[in-house]
Each structure stands twice: as structure tokens, then as C-alpha cells.
């Protein structure tokens, strides 16, 4: 039992709604008008409230009265309660139980370790549909329990909760869709495993940032533990074999993966990472976030035939004979070298001439100011003539006027010429006035 001064430091979660929802504080055009508390509470007010209620960051402590809470919340259907301080599962489940029409809750970052839900409370959540406890640290026993009494949880977000491993429930979940279970320190794909036990359903696993290391199961039991997987994230996991990513196929109905940040991709360019990974997941239509366009998977499996034809034939990956049955064999691309030239021009200024290797991705402007230390001569001073040594009977001499024009757009070639000429200035007689 709390004293009187525990009771007055507390912070309600009816205190939080009066202070942000009061009709003067709150002045929007959507939501309903709450004219007053039921007759026996002491609390009177106007209240201005949303179906959606965001009370992140509140310092809320305590449910508050719960004739209070149905009053005000009989229409919402979301509620975020984020960053606050919640440790009492009795005081969650006074505020869900009063909130006849709660589908969304988020719980994210309030403290939760070490206390547990009693199944006698967790019906409160049975029309939660979808539910945040990232970053609560909310145990399995929990996690177990809520899964048990919301038959209708369709997703469930478990981030940030320092898990190394999974308790698993043989009391499996259904109706889970989407399970977001991110930056944990999950590594064995024997507790992944587990995941797909409990919640056989699942749509949409998101395992990013947990160090998971292969995926090592058979075609049987992945179809098995994954009918109804469309979308996986590995994004910045420990996956460093090609074997791991060929198995993805072995879900019947994957479509979007994402596996950026791990081991396998490092020696490769970016070009090569898409390409292979595309290569070799046929059926996905999705990779990291990009739609695989038709095209994109032509390019790609080609490119996947010329990256592995010259390996012997013992090395050969069993995909390389599948897309040369498709294809047949492909002749190598040829390489083109991309290097910026340099050609050597030579310089013309009065008697003098310099021969000078010139970096073509310059421009008309750089020229200018290189040809200034050579000459020591100001660039605002000089005019400057490029002379084609095939073509300077036909077209002549060229003047370089353009300061932002890159030397390459003319097409100079080694043994051109580029003529300095000295800026003339022009002055007014005195009889012309």
C-alpha cells in the first residue's frame, strides 16, 4: 500500500489527458468532445479527444481512475504511452481494460524487466491487434502470456530487448503476421528456429541487427516452420556464406528480402552484391527495398554467368548450370577503360614552346590558371587557341572562351597545340569625344 505522498507524486495517466487534451490546449478539428468526468469523480472538464491518444514522454506512473479513463477514452483505438514509467503490469492493464476499443498500444522504453503479467489480468489485451515492448526488456514469461489471451495480435514488436536466446511457448500464436524482433543479440539460427514454432503464421520477420549466422535449416523444415513468410530482414547479421542465402528459396512464399551490412557482401563491389544476390533468389521481388525490375534480373543472371565461368568446373555453383541452361554459354564482356587521358599538348606563347601533359577532366578555367604559373602571366590576360593538328588546315584555330567548359569536350589528342595570345586592350581617343 503507497502513502499519501507516493499517491501525490504520482503522475496519472488521467492527469497526462487532461493536460494535453483540454479543449484550450488542444484546439484541432478532429476528435470528440468529452464535456465532463462521470458525477462522482472530482475531476471537471472539457476534453478535446482524438481517436488516436499520444502520451509519449509524460512521466506517467499510475493508471488513475478507471471511471475517469472509460469516460474519456470510450472511442480510442490507439494509444502510445512510450518513454514513460510503467513497471506495473496492474496499472497497464487498469488503463487497456478501460479502453474498450484499443487495437494499438505502444509500451516501448518503459520499465518492465523483472515484472510479470499475471494471466489473470491479460485479458485486458484480448482486442490488442498490435503491440509495441521494444526496448521494456519484458520477459519471455510475459511475452508468453499476452501472446496466449490476444487472439487477435497480429503484430508484435520485441527491439532492443537484450535477448540472447528464446523461451519458447508450446502454445502457438496464429494470428501473428509481423514479428519485429531487431537489435537483440540473437546469433543461432536454432532460436530462430523456435520463432517459427510459436508463431507459425508469420508474414514478416525482421531479425536485423542481431548477428544471426547462417540459416541453417533443410527445404522440408523451413516450409515447414514458414508457410507464409513473404519478407525477411538479416540487414547487419553475421551471414557469411552463399549457402545461407540460396536456402531463403526454400520459403515457398518469399518476396521481399533484405540483407544489407553483412560479412558475405564485403569483397564485393556494389554492382556485384545486387546482381549475385539477385541471381540467385529467383522468385524475390523485392531486395532491400528496391523493386527487381525484369530487366534488373536478365542483367543479373547474366552477370552471374560471366562472374563464375572461368572458376573449374568442381567450384562451379549448381545455380551458374541453371542460368546456362537458360542463357547458354556467354562471352566475356569486353573492358573498357574508363581512365582519364592525359595527352601531351604543346604550348605556344611569342618563340616559347612548352610541352605539357594536360588532365582532360579540367576545365577551360583551370588551363587557365595552370598556364599562369607556367607563364607567369594573369589569367584575365591571355586568350587561349586549341589547334587540331589533323584538322587545322579545314577548321583552324579554336578559341577556348568558355571558363566552365571541361577540356575533354573538345577532343584533344596527343601533339595538339594550344596557343597563348595576349589579351588586347582597347582605348579611346580624345578627338572622338
Known amino acids: 500500500m503507497e502513502s499519501p505522498s507516493e499517491e501525490e507524486e504520482a503522475h496519472t495517466f488521467v492527469q497526462a489527458i487532461i493536460e494535453k487534451y483540454d479543449s484550450e490546449n488542444y484546439p484541432f478539428g478532429q476528435g470528440i468532445m468529452v464535456l465532463s468526468s462521470p458525477p462522482e469523480s472530482p475531476i471537471k472538464n472539457r476534453l478535446f479527444m482524438p481517436n488516436c491518444i499520444i502520451l509519449d514522454q509524460c512521466g506517467i506512473t499510475k493508471a488513475g481512475n478507471r471511471s475517469d479513463i472509460a469516460a474519456f477514452c470510450a472511442h480510442v483505438v490507439k ?64 511475452v508468453h502470456t499476452l501472446t496466449r489471451h490476444a487472439p487477435g495480435l497480429e503484430e508484435l514488436f520485441l527491439c532492443l530487448n537484450g535477448y540472447d536466446a528464446v523461451s519458447e511457448c508450446h502454445a502457438a500464436c496464429p494470428s501473428l503476421r509481423l514479428l ?35 540459416v541453417d535449416d533443410t527445404r522440408e523444415a523451413l516450409q515447414q516452420l514458414f508457410p507464409e513468410l513473404h519478407t525477411i530482414s538479416l540487414s547487419n547479421s553475421g551471414l557469411s556464406k552463399w549457402e545461407d542465402i540460396e536456402r ?50 536478365e542483367d543479373s543472371e547474366r552477370l552471374f554467368i560471366r562472374y563464375y565461368q572461368n572458376l573449374p568446373e568442381p567450384e562451379l555453383p549448381q545455380r551458374y548450370h541453371e542460368l546456362v541452361s537458360k542463357y547458354g554459354h556467354l562471352e566475356p564482356l569486353a573492358e573498357v577503360d574508363l581512365t582519364p587521358r592525359s595527352p601531351t599538348v604543346n604550348v605556344r606563347w611569342d618563340e616559347r614552346l ?24 594573369p589569367t584575365n590576360g591571355i586568350r587561349l587557341f586549341y589547334i587540331n593538328r589533323e584538322m587545322c588546315s579545314v577548321l583552324g584555330p579554336e578559341e577556348l572562351r568558355c571558363g566552365s567548359r571541361a577540356l575533354h569536350s573538345y577532343g584533344i589528342r596527343d601533339g595538339d597545340e594550344i596557343q597563348v595570345v595576349p589579351k588586347v586592350k582597347r582605348r579611346c581617343s580624345s578627338s572622338n569625344f
Not at 474498450?100 to 523483472?114: A, D, E, Y
Not at 510479470?116 to 521494444?134: D, I, R, T
Not at 556485384?272 to 534480373?297: H, K, T, Y
Open 354 to 377: 612548352e610541352a605539357v601533359s594536360l588532365h582532360l577532366e579540367l576545365t577551360v578555367g583551370d588551363l587557365k590558371k595552370k598556364l599562369k604559373a607556367l607563364l607567369q602571366l
Open 180 to 214: 519485429h524482433i531487431a537489435d537483440n543479440r540473437l546469433q543461432k539460427w536454432a532460436e530462430v528456429r523456435k520463432l517459427g514454432r510459436m508463431y507459425p503464421r508469420l508474414g514478416k520477420l525482421v531479425l536485423s541487427d542481431n548477428g544471426v549466422e547462417s
Open 79 to 142: 494509444l502510445d504511452l512510450s518513454y514513460n514509467q510503467l513497471n506495473d503490469w496492474e496499472e497497464i492493464c487498469t488503463i487497456v481494460s478501460n479502453i474498450p476499443h484499443l487495437v494499438f498500444l505502444n509500451l516501448c522504453t518503459n520499465p518492465l524487466s523483472g515484472v510479470e503479467l499475471e494471466p489473470s489480468m491479460a485479458h485486458a489485451f484480448s482486442g490488442v491487434q498490435k503491440l509495441v515492448l521494444s526496448n521494456t526488456h519484458v520477459s519471455w514469461a510475459t
Open 248 to 297: 531463403l528459396n526454400f520459403l515457398p512464399k518469399l518476396k521481399e528480402v533484405r540483407a544489407m551490412g553483412i560479412p558475405l557482401l564485403q569483397p564485393y563491389s556494389r554492382h556485384e552484391r545486387r546482381g549475385l544476390f539477385i541471381a540467385r533468389l529467383p522468385s524475390v521481388a523485392v531486395l532491400n527495398g528496391s523493386v527487381v525490375e525484369d530487366r534488373d534480373r
